[in-house]
């Protein structure tokens, strides 16, 4: 039999890729207690210091009056802005009854828009730098081939020479 990794070594590598497809998985998962993973993958470099561009967040979605100053939260912008589905993260710099005022860290102006609750995906509750663009070229078609597919079909490989070994 031809061994092509130690036993300790093949086990450590297919832990971790099996960790990678669980992360990058949660993107499209809802999590229990409104957690929700995202990357900063636009260019804006609206949040840094804070929140550089590449990270990845973690929200924690909040009752609609849960929402206070100071708080960085991550929300669609509102549809009368935009045509399609963006996520910002921003930070809110006033609340006044039921709606919000947000600002980027780096921006000298508010937000052109009024934020409601509803809108409002959860606040931020952990920052993970530069792990984002990692995660963001993984869910491209290439992105995909390279972190995913092809360590796939190495692994399965191994295991079937590994049963061929067995059997023959």
């Known amino acids: 039999m ?32 409104g957690i929700r993973l995202f990357t900063t993958t636009l260019s804006s470099a609206s949040m840094e210091p804070t929140i550089y561009s590449g990270s990845l967040i973690i929200t924690k979605a909040q009752l609609p009056d849960g929402y206070n100053p100071g708080d960085i939260v991550s929300f669609y912008v509102p549809p009368i802005i935009r045509s399609q589905t963006d996520i910002v993260t921003h930070r809110i710099v006033s609340k006044g009854g039921n709606v919000y005022l947000t600002k980027g860290d780096a921006n000298s102006s508010l937000d052109p828009y009024i934020l409601i ?40 490989f191994i295991e079937l020479k590994r049963i061929r070994s067995l059997l023959f």
């Not at 990794?5 to 809802?30: D, E, P, Q």
């Not at 995660?135 to 079909?153: D, L, Q, R």
């Open 2 to 33: 031809v061994k092509v990794f130690s036993t300790k070594l093949y086990y450590r590598t297919l832990t971790v890729f099996l960790l990678w497809i669980f992360l990058v998985g949660s993107f499209a998962v809802r999590w229990p207690g």
């Open 117 to 156: 609750p509803r809108y409002i995906i959860g606040k931020v509750i952990f920052v993970i730098p530069l792990i984002g663009n990692v995660i963001g070229f993984a869910k491209t078609n290439s992105g995909m081939y390279v972190t995913v597919i092809i360590p796939a079909a190495i692994f399965a």
